[in-house]
């Protein structure tokens, strides 16, 4: 490690984001380090893509790898109801998207895909540094960054480097270091989760696609994500108070909302845990700013929202394609400031805010958003939603449909689907 290399890109992070953005700056030609804190592999939650993601992997020459490695093809999505079966089901081929050639995406094992997405850019020119972490950045007199400190075995050395980015994910270094992270003050949901086997999929159409089970709780819902054709991601997410008032084992408690949704028990009567259940919380927050002089903050450093619609590795990936667009830009005009920055975070933020209202409405209908579905006038739009099409409101008119439907059955005295939406607030 060269320690005089201030024309560096600094990275923290290997994850998505952070290995996204140094194959993008690779590509381009700026020389760039990931200091990730952890050893690849590792474990990590969230391992479905939606389709916008294809488009990244394909501009990033990674698509070739990600079909070489066999990775489960994620055609559709479907839905089920709390307290009887049935199902509704979407599938990607309805909306084709410009640039992407192929009707699917992927589950991935994150473990897997970390990984070879952070060998990527290695290969591309990034250098990689695992195990190392990143302590502090560092700041000039006038309040740029100026590099970052790293700590390996035991001791601290100083990095210089040109621009600082903030890939560190839920550990989000340089938005405590500054202050400026802020919990969601709606969403405090929790999961409870685990790989399993001979989860039974002969019931749906088709078993690689994402499969969402409404539970008979506030805000509560549960996941079928296939890892490989054997194993089978399944959790459990409601509000942290439905767990800490459970008063149960993780055990327990994902048993007992596995029995409470018909569908849910039938696919998971003969199935066999594989690995230790993990828990999940703090799930939604965001960073008061994403960017300032000589630095910027991408993937889930940035922005958290919700997963219920496996959003964080897209927001991740687009978050390095539009970081990157600002900090070539950047180098070639020798502007390092938050105000040639600030587009790249003007951009993101329109993004996770449409996300955030779609995921709002959302838990809002819960088992009424099957409405539309099976709506034609609207189908294709939440389609778009779901294939992570997300970044002008303006073409997304069906959260607004949204919110005049369930208005309706608000203000509607003895409306059919009284009683049937959550008492989230929408405002």
């Excluded at 992997?57 to 999505?77: C, I, N, S």
């Excluded at 309805?94 to 473990?111: G, L, S």
């Excluded at 194993?231 to 439905?242: C, D, N, Q, Y």
Aim: hydrophobic fraction near 40%.
């Amino acid at each position: 490690m060269n320690k005089n290399e201030s024309d560096n890109v600094v990275i923290i992070g290997g994850g998505p984001a952070g290995s996204a953005l140094g194959c993008y700056l690779s590509k381009a030609g700026i020389k760039n380090t990931i200091f990730e804190s952890a050893n690849h592999p590792r474990d990590h939650v969230g391992e479905s893509m939606v389709m916008s993601s294809v488009r990244v992997f394909d501009e990033l020459d990674f698509l070739p790898v990600m079909e070489r490695e066999g990775f489960v093809r994620k055609y559709g999505a479907s839905w089920h109801p709390p307290i009887e079966k049935g199902e509704a089901d979407i599938a990607f081929n309805e909306f084709p998207q410009a640039d992407i050639h192929q009707d699917y995406t992927y589950h991935v094992d994150r473990k897997k895909f970390d990984l070879l997405l952070l060998k990527h850019a290695e290969s591309l020119g990034t250098k990689v540094y695992q195990g190392m972490q990143v302590t502090e950045i560092l700041f000039d007199e006038n309040k740029y960054t100026r590099g970052v400190r790293v700590k390996i075995a035991g001791q601290e050395m100083d990095v210089p480097a040109k621009m600082v980015v903030d890939a560190s994910g839920r550990a989000t270094v340089l938005g405590k270091q500054l202050k400026v992270k802020k919990n969601d003050p709606i969403f405090d949901q929790f999961a409870v989760h685990a790989w399993f086997e001979n989860v039974d999929k002969s019931q749906v159409e088709s078993s690689e696609y994402i499969h969402i089970y409404f539970l008979p709780v506030q805000r509560g819902w549960a996941w079928q994500i296939p890892i490989t054709h054997e194993i089978t991601s399944m959790g459990i997410v409601a509000e942290k108070e439905v767990f800490k008032g459970a008063k149960m084992k993780p055990e327990e408690y994902f048993e007992k909302y596995v029995a409470s949704n018909p569908d849910l028990a039938h696919a998971m009567r003969n199935a066999k845990r594989v690995n230790e259940f993990k828990m999940e919380g703090d799930y939604s927050y965001q960073m008061d700013t994403f960017a300032g002089n000589g630095f910027v903050m991408i993937g889930d450093a940035a922005r958290f929202v919700d997963p219920i619609f496996s959003s964080g590795v897209s927001v991740a990936l687009f978050s390095a394609k539009y970081s990157s667009e600002r900090i070539v830009h950047a180098f070639a005009t020798g502007d390092f400031s938050e105000a040639n920055l600030k587009p790249y975070e003007k951009k993101l933020r329109s993004g996770t805010a449409i996300w955030y209202e779609f995921i709002r409405l959302y838990y809002k209908l819960l088992p009424l958003f099957t409405h539309f579905i099976k709506s034609k006038e609207h189908r294709v739009e939440i389609l778009r939603l779901l294939q992570g099409e997300v970044f002008d409101r303006s073409e997304v008119p069906v959260l607004d449909a949204m919110r005049k439907f369930i208005k309706v059955v608000e203000t509607t005295p003895g409306h059919a689907f009284a009683g049937q939406l959550s008492d989230m607030s929408i405002d």
